[in-house]
């Protein structure tokens, strides 16, 4: 062990303020005892040399003695006790130092509770996969007429069938003892309670508090807070924001009534949003309700993202929504930054300009930061809070405020209201009828037991055309993790790669591999109507049924394969028919809705939020924070210093500027290409390097001189009004 090692444990129990790692209880005799752990192992470090098992020893001597003075450290408590939230900071910190850190600084900290795998509940399930499930073939399962009628669930017009999923009745029984092991009703219970299961980073996990009822005021509190009192003064001011700039009350700068919505965000800030807007485009209230304004997201830091976005739109009739938690995130805020610009270059370099055209959605800690960018904090800033993340914000004031002003606040409700349908089930029905629960279940069960490592989203809807990038961020961003909640790392599969596009667009991209390549398992949604039919004349079936009738095929082709022998009886030749040949037995589940509307999209949000949840309370994982996304962002900020040294230096007391030496050589090569050629871009000069013909021109401004250089031609041979759809 490195004397380096043993700083970052002294480090480690001086962030946790006295609080020692080396135990899951707090210290409760006095400052004496809480200082003394610490200061045996500075006293380890300054005295330690390069021999590290003179220095395990002495380690494992100091905790010997820390464990004769808090013999109650032995004790087993609960799960919601907070006995083991601060490994995961530990682990941390050994991270830093290299993997091997990792077991070595487990030498040292208390026995954690065992992971999952370990136990009785577990072992069983995988010896019922391995003898019983895996020799089985769901061609012969879904004959079944007693399983298939005990393997769906319904709740508020949701139909859910999972008769299609490699499980049998057993399997499911298995599968809810391993719940009953985990705690899981309490664990719901607890986030729905408030309680901080966020752990790493102190924070409740209140997305259902987002769309909690009125009456729900007074149930929730987060430190002395009334969570749900907070949400309806934001939603209230969401409302009467919203009525005043539909009527034209609110105008922009120079007195135009504002028309165009543009929102600034990344990660869950947009993709959640944008999913909800591709439903509303075309649901039956939505399309009135928004006519006469446009809506549009910019997400990517890609200049070319700034020019798609707002080369078309006046600026004048045009309203910049900034979402940001913080206020600080690097690619929101420099897009911010440059919509900014944009506003000046059109209307003068005035702070009015931006305290008309431009409002926040962001955390109550972020104000001062709100107030810097020139933004009225008084009326135009939306709050929202730490007890929600980015992925799971798109029922605050992130998802609230664009679609509201595109569509109308009625609609947004009604949004909200399908999620609580679903909330409410998913807390309050019995784990065998409960929708999400199963859900869940199953994913764990393809994970983890029949080694699954992937999962495709199939709506059957157009709209949707947005949701599966949605799930994706939720559920791998949520439960991509290596440490369990006890603060060790796990030694079983989890967290699945996510990814689908709509039916039968789907069809013809990647269902070859899920035919007939890996197995994949699929959720497939559908819709008993449309929300546009379509019957023309000379056909027998509408465009719906058309749509319909690969909803139902597609889950009993991927269930019943085709054998050899069925292959052969339709003529073909015999050195085909191996290609010809599906095996089938790839599992899959069917979800039917009643109509895409809002209400059933809030419903789908709420019923895939908590399918996650349930698999990582199942898994041991806290599936609410993200520190995965961090070591990039580092780097990013180191690579950033480079550039800008390297622009900097460019031209300056030689032709070429500062050769740039990065952390390797790979990196510092390729760096220094791009910085060469991109100087030479600048130019409009690629000859010296010989290999590329690419017309590379100069920067641009912010945008075109005029945004009606972009305007789309005003005379058209398709007919109808004169003006253009948003």
């Not at 135990?23 to 192992?41: A, D, E, F, K």
């Not at 290609?579 to 709420?606: E, M, W």
Request: hydrophobic content about 35%; proline content about 4%.
């Amino acid at each position: 062990m490195t004397k380096a090692l043993l700083a970052a444990l002294v480090a480690q129990h001086q962030i946790l303020g006295g609080q020692s790692f080396l135990s899951p209880h707090r210290v409760s005799s006095g400052v004496s005892r809480r200082r003394q752990l610490p200061s045996t192992l500075r006293d380890l470090i300054e005295s330690s040399d390069s021999n590290n098992e003179r220095v395990a020893v002495q380690l494992e001597t100091a905790k010997s003695q820390f464990d004769d003075e808090d013999p109650q450290r032995h004790q087993q408590p609960s799960h919601d006790d907070a006995q083991h939230h601060n490994y995961p900071k530990v682990i941390l910190q050994a991270d830093k130092l290299g993997r091997s850190a990792h077991a070595q600084i487990l030498r040292v900290l208390p026995k954690a509770k065992p992971l999952v795998s370990s136990t009785q509940e577990w072992k069983r399930l995988q010896r019922h996969a391995s003898e019983v499930v895996q020799p089985s073939h769901l061609r012969d399962m879904i004959q079944d007429r007693g399983r298939c009628d005990a393997m769906y669930a319904e709740h508020d017009g949701v139909y859910f069938d999972y008769s299609r999923q490699r499980a049998s009745l057993e399997t499911m029984d298995l599968l809810f003892d391993l719940a009953e092991k985990q705690e899981l009703t309490q664990r719901i219970k607890g986030m729905f309670n408030g309680e901080k299961i966020n752990f790493t980073e102190d924070r409740a996990v209140l997305h259902t508090a987002l769309r909690a009822s009125r009456d729900q005021i007074g149930t929730v509190f987060v430190d002395g807070l009334d969570a749900v009192a907070e949400v309806h003064d934001v939603l209230d001011q969401i409302r009467e924001f919203t009525e005043l700039f539909r009527s034209g009350k609110i105008t922009g700068y120079t007195g135009k009534r504002m028309r165009n919505i543009v929102s600034v965000g990344i990660g869950g800030s947009y993709l959640g949003p944008e999913f909800l807007h591709e439903v509303l485009k075309t649901e039956s209230e939505g399309v009135h309700s928004s006519l006469g304004y446009s809506l549009r997201f910019l997400a990517n830091v890609d200049p070319v993202d700034v020019e798609r976005t707002c080369a078309d739109l006046d600026p004048e009739e045009t309203l910049i929504i900034i979402v940001s938690k913080t206020f600080t995130t690097a690619e929101t805020m420099l897009n911010a930054r440059t919509m900014r610009q944009w506003l000046w270059d059109f209307m003068g370099d005035d702070i009015e300009v931006v305290r008309k055209h431009v409002v926040a959605c962001s955390s109550v800690s972020a104000t001062e930061n709100v107030e810097e960018f020139g933004i009225d904090t008084e009326n135009y800033f939306f709050r929202f809070w730490d007890w929600v993340g980015g992925r799971y914000s798109v029922c605050g004031a992130a998802g609230a405020v664009p679609i509201s002003l595109l569509y109308g606040y009625d609609l947004f409700e009604k949004f909200l209201e399908g999620a609580r349908s679903m909330d409410q089930h998913f807390l309050k029905a019995p784990m065998r009828e409960n929708i999400p629960i199963i859900m869940g279940l199953l994913g764990v069960w393809n994970s983890s037991f029949m080694g699954y490592n992937s999962r495709a989203l199939i709506p059957y809807a157009q709209a949707l055309l947005r949701l599966p990038a949605h799930i994706q961020q939720l559920d791998m961003e949520s439960n991509g993790k290596r440490i369990n909640r006890h603060g060790v790392e796990i030694d079983y599969p989890v967290g699945e790669v996510d990814f689908g596009e709509p039916g039968t667009n789907s069809q013809h991209s990647f269902f070859q591999l899920i035919h007939q390549g890996q197995t994949i398992p699929v959720d497939f949604l559908g819709f008993v109507q449309s929300q546009h039919d379509l019957l023309m004349d000379n056909e027998k079936l509408s465009s719906h049924d058309e749509l319909m009738a690969n909803f139902f095929a597609q889950p009993d082709a991927l269930a019943n394969g085709k054998t050899a022998n069925e292959v052969r009886a339709e003529g073909c030749p015999e050195e085909l028919i191996l290609h010809k040949v599906f095996d089938g037995n790839r599992p899959s589940s069917s979800l039917l809705f009643p109509q895409l509307s809002a209400y059933v999209t809030g419903q789908i949000l709420s019923l895939y939020e908590h399918r996650t949840a349930v698999q990582g309370f199942i898994w041991d994982l806290n599936s609410f924070d993200q520190w995965g996304v961090e070591l990039g962002k580092k780097l990013a900020l180191d690579v950033k210093e480079h550039l800008m040294e390297a622009r900097n230096d460019d031209g300056v007391g030689e032709e070429e500027g500062r050769e740039i030496v990065a952390d390797n050589p790979a990196t510092s090569r390729i760096l220094n290409y791009y910085v060469d050629n991109s100087r030479e871009a600048g130019r409009g000069d690629w000859s010296s390097t010989g290999s590329s013909n690419n017309p590379v021109t100069t920067s641009t401004s912010v945008t075109r001189k005029t945004h009606k250089d972009h305007f789309p031609p005003q005379i058209h041979d398709l007919g109808g009004h004169s003006g253009r759809l948003s």
